[in-house]
């Protein structure tokens, strides 16, 4: 790949109508800054629609904003996709923990932890299901959303700015340096 250092924000109206349209517009832009086609690099592209189709389609079901804001950064090394509003902060489960790992998600391969550095500073983390667990059917849907980014991307956060009232999801995907 021939990778162009870029920043560029997209501002989308939350509304499922726009999710094909977006998405387009950023894999377009995704295809033209790193040089590498969907058939070059299906991966890259597999993970990237993922992770925004999650994005759009959490900014759809919860927040009451008329746009999403999508940052997309691309260096050398790495991929970054943040997603940001001006909503209340988001808890995930019990909002009295804090720096402590919670269950958020649970499928037949693996499980979702929200790993609290504090109330509003988390990290998202996979652990391998063995084969003789259960899931546990009740909770397997909630959640599965954030599941997919945390399998697709290599690192994926969410931090709220109480200064500035402001939720921050990012999503990093590593390069591969040829």
């Known amino acids: 790949m021939r990778i162009r250092t870029t920043h560029k924000e997209f501002v989308f109206l939350n509304d499922k109508s ?3 349209a977006s998405l387009k517009e950023v894999l377009a832009y995704v295809e033209e800054c ?9 991966d890259l592209f597999f993970k990237v629609k993922s992770i925004i189709t999650e994005l759009l389609t959490n900014g759809f079901k919860h927040s009451r904003t008329s746009t ?12 970054s996709i943040q997603k940001y509003d001006s909503e209340l902060p988001v808890t995930f489960g019990s909002s009295d923990i804090n720096d402590g790992k919670k269950l958020l998600s649970y499928d037949i391969m693996c499980r979702l932890f929200a790993n609290y550095r504090s109330v509003y500073d988390v990290s998202f983390i996979i652990e391998d299901c063995h084969d003789d667990e259960l899931p546990e059917i009740d909770n397997l849907t909630e959640h599965f959303g954030l599941l997919i980014i945390t399998k697709c991307a290599d690192e994926f956060n969410y931090y709220y700015d ?8 990012t999503a990093k995907i590593n390069l591969a340096n040829d």
Not at 34 to 42: H, I, K, M, R
Not at 162 to 169: A, C, E, G, R
């Open 18 to 20: 726009v999710l094909t």
């Open 34 to 42: 790193t040089g590498a086609s969907l058939t070059e690099n299906y």
């Open 68 to 79: 999403v804001n999508l940052v997309i950064d691309i260096d050398k090394h790495s991929l």
């Open 162 to 169: 109480q200064q500035n009232k402001v939720n921050l999801f």
